[in-house]
């Protein structure tokens, strides 16, 4: 979450008569009149009740404001469902999740949850791997990342902490929520940067900044940056060489936020997965491509071996022991519930086919973006259904942040952003195809696009001089 000081800065509470003119005489119960003596202050409690109308109203226009989700392309976070995911979200969200002796079905659920996904991702023996449903796939990651550190620490109890300072090697396209991780635990981030056509991590160079310290290793399926796979199955390979070497076992964790809901349907002879001998854990999120509205992700070990006891509590569950993992302790079970009824109602083909259409969508989008001629596409969508485009060499009238200025105008959100080290100077658009993002809405943004390039191209320059604000989108 944003973190966010009290009252804004630059804003004072409003006058009496600014604050009666807030409301509109309507949203008075059965006196027009009446609703416009008072309106409440938007910095400190009112001092009495409203009635709940008035109240929803002052809320419901207030958020009128903001974007419209399905036409927000920058982010991964499913804006649709069905209504009858919605009603059961609506019927659970007042069970905690924690409390699992007074839901014990919306806890089976959750275990079902985490065996379908075990067999989904090849566990050996899905009885034996073990999981969790989160908040999101940012505490999933906090989850794998603790267990990656304390096994190493049980391995180097001689040497930790004292002299030893634990690291975890990654690209420098992770999430950031990984960098959050190594900030609140203590551990040293090695990133692999960026160079040339490849923005992600190379397996040789992630294996060369491995040592004693080293935790494990992050492989991404599905980059932020540009949609594309990470080659987990050749990070894997060259850790084994490592080891062959060095003696050094160092564990995989895959960070299947968006791509370990894809791959399995759409790319079903990719390795990734615990078909990998050395892919310890696995996370991801359901309220990406698990097709679920967002507050749920799922992070799961290969065996209870990958899960270090001291890490798990324990909470009575109808007179026996429910072992639990998690940073939140109290969260609605709504999402787990609707992850459930999304696992039911699609199966492996349903989801094969939403995702398929989502990435036919993505390549379609892509290469009509392409034939407007003033674009280079550095992806073109057919891993996630995701892709990532810079403008041309010789398109110098304008750039990527004109470009997200101007969609937006129109209603539609596309991020621009500069890539990190060593490609500080590539800038490029990022466009997000998820399920609801169809091939008619594709087409009116192509359409809206072509309507604004002979204004773009009839600029002296391109308008965004100051690069400072232009930071990376980790969604």
């Known amino acids: 979450m944003a973190l966010h000081r009290g009252a804004h800065p630059h804003r004072t509470e409003p006058t009496e008569e600014r604050r009666r003119l807030a409301l509109n005489p309507f949203f008075g119960e059965a006196d027009p009149a009446a609703g ?3 309106a409440p202050p ?12 008035t109240a929803y109203r002052l809320v419901h226009d207030e958020l009128m404001l903001d974007g419209n989700s399905r036409l927000n392309l920058a982010t991964f976070v499913t ?5 009858q995911a919605g009603v059961l979200m609506g019927e659970c969200r007042d069970k905690n999740m924690i409390d699992k ?3 014990p079905r919306t806890a089976e659920l959750e275990r079902r949850c985490v065996a379908m996904l075990a067999d989904l991702w090849n566990a050996p023996d899905p009885a034996a791997a073990v999981g969790c449903s989160t908040t999101g796939s940012s505490e999933a990651c906090m989850l794998a990342g603790l267990a990656l550190k304390r ?9 930790y902490p ?8 990654m690209g420098i396209n992770v999430q950031v929520c990984w960098e959050k991780f190594c900030t609140f635990w203590e551990v040293e981030a090695r990133q692999v940067p960026m160079e040339g056509g490849r923005f992600h991590l190379d397996p040789q160079a992630a294996a060369d900044l491995c040592d004693e310290n080293t935790i494990g290793v992050v492989g991404i399926l599905g980059s932020t940056f540009d949609g594309s796979y990470e080659p987990v199955a050749e990070l894997c390979a060259a850790l084994d060489e490592l080891q062959e070497r060095t003696g050094l076992d160092i564990p995989v964790h895959v960070d299947g936020a968006s791509g370990a809901m894809v791959a399995p349907f759409l790319d079903e002879d990719l390795l990734w997965d615990f078909r990998l001998p050395r892919v310890s854990s696995i996370n991801t999120s359901g309220h990406k491509y698990g097709l679920v509205y967002p507050g749920v992700g799922w992070a799961l070990w290969r065996s209870a071996a990958e899960l270090p006891e001291e890490l798990v509590f324990r909470v009575n569950y109808l007179g026996g022991d429910m072992p639990t993992f998690a940073l939140n302790f109290s969260r609605p079970g709504a999402q787990v519930v609707a992850q459930y009824y999304t696992f039911l109602r699609l199966g492996r083909e349903g989801y094969r086919a939403v995702h398929q259409a989502s990435r036919d969508v993505a390549g379609g989008l892509a290469r009509a973006v392409e034939d407007l001629g003033d674009f280079r596409l550095l992806t073109r969508g057919d891993e996630l259904p995701v892709f990532a485009v ?3 060499a010789d398109t110098r009238a304008y750039d990527v942040f004109d470009v997200s200025r101007r969609l937006r105008e129109r209603g539609w959100l596309v991020p621009a952003y500069t890539f990190p080290a060593n490609r500080q100077d590539l800038s490029v658009l990022r466009v997000v195809c998820r399920n609801g993002f169809s091939a008619d809405l594709a087409e009116l943004l192509i359409e809206d696009l072509r309507l604004l390039l002979p204004e773009l191209r009839a600029q002296r320059h391109p308008l965004s001089h100051d690069r400072s604000p232009a ?3 980790h969604h």
């Open 151 to 159: 096994r190493w620490a049980a391995r180097n109890a001689d040497r």
């Open 471 to 473: 930071t990376s989108f």
């Open 390 to 392: 810079t403008t041309t």
């Open 79 to 83: 804006t649709w469902m069905e209504p």
């Open 36 to 38: 416009m003596e008072f």
């Open 101 to 103: 002796d007074e839901y």
């Open 162 to 169: 004292a002299t030893a300072r634990p690291n975890l090697v």
């Open 42 to 53: 938007t910095h400190r409690l009112p001092d009495g009740p409203l009635p709940p109308s």
